[in-house]
């Protein structure tokens, strides 16, 4: 971010956002349709190798592009490491963006991470739907990164803020109300998902970034990293006191509203404590 000039940053977002959602979507069809294939010959756990085969390739071929891709020399200096952890912290503005982004975390992952579970197991969806929708979810996010880059530029991120979240509280009403025979509805919470999570992905790698002192930046962002991490790690301990009985779906629509206030109370929090914070 640092080489990027300050009006480029959310266009560079919304471009690379749009080039990784294409591959994406290729790969999650072909891997949906993949798993249907040896579904039906009762060969899943053959399929799933072929899959994971091929996310290792991927992995590797990553790996290799970044450790020879060419990176600009960066000045260091020697740090107090930590003082350097106790800076973002002390820094009450951005102790509030730090609170607000632990909110989401915990109130999108709460109810995400049974959504495969929901689709697959509950609602008997295809391997192929469910690649569909993953589909619909990377297109989603490629067009609105565009958008929400646009208005980022013109009017600033805290106009993202509210409709983000408003998204997110409609996508978990939706899929709260999705049924075996209402399946179709999964297609409406997807394209929610997608306007969410682009409006989301700008945020967390534009505003984070702008709002950290500026001798301070690359630790601000190990530091709001390390708090989503460590939030994330606590939601199957929230929750497992919840899904006792994995042949409920009540349990998990339960999730699901719980993910749905929590998204009322992120909102509540950013209206009371961030709308009207100055920029540094």
């Not at 973002?88 to 049974?114: C, E, H, M, V, W």
């Not at 996010?141 to 983000?164: H, Q, S």
């Not at 306007?195 to 190990?222: M, P, R, W």
Request: hydrophobic share 45%; charged share 15%; with cysteine.
């Amino acid at each position: 971010m640092s080489i990027l000039k300050e009006e480029d940053r959310a266009r560079f977002y919304a471009t690379k956002n749009l080039i990784q959602n294409t591959l994406v979507m290729a790969v999650s069809l072909g891997a949906g349709v993949l798993l249907d294939h040896y579904a039906k010959s009762g060969n899943e756990f053959k399929g799933f190798a072929i899959l994971f085969s091929v996310i290792v390739v991927i992995n590797l071929i990553d790996i290799y592009l970044r450790a020879t891709t060419y990176k600009p020399e960066i000045k260091e200096n020697k740090v107090n490491i930590k003082e350097t952890i106790k800076e973002p912290l002390k820094d009450k503005q951005f102790r509030k963006i730090l609170i607000f982004t632990a909110l989401y975390t915990l109130s999108l992952n709460i109810g995400i991470q049974y959504l495969s579970l929901f689709q697959l197991k509950y609602l008997g969806i295809s391997y192929t739907f469910a690649s569909i929708l993953n589909v619909t979810l990377a297109l989603v996010n490629a067009f609105f990164g565009v958008i929400w880059a646009k208005t980022y530029n013109k009017k600033g991120w805290k106009k993202l803020i509210t409709p983000m979240l408003v998204t997110y509280i409609a996508m978990f009403i939706l899929l709260g109300n999705t049924t075996t025979d209402t399946t179709f509805l999964l297609i409406f919470a997807f394209i929610l998902y997608g306007i969410g999570e682009s409006a989301y992905g700008l945020f967390d790698h534009n505003v984070i970034f702008e709002s950290a002192q500026e001798k301070y930046k690359t630790v601000y962002l190990s530091v709001n990293k390390t708090i989503c991490g460590i939030v994330s790690i606590l939601v199957p301990v929230i929750t497992s006191n919840i899904m006792v009985d994995e042949n409920n779906t009540g349990n998990i629509k339960l999730i699901f509203g719980i993910s749905t206030i929590l998204f009322l109370c992120t909102m509540i929090y950013y209206k009371l404590n961030i709308k009207n914070m100055k920029s540094n």
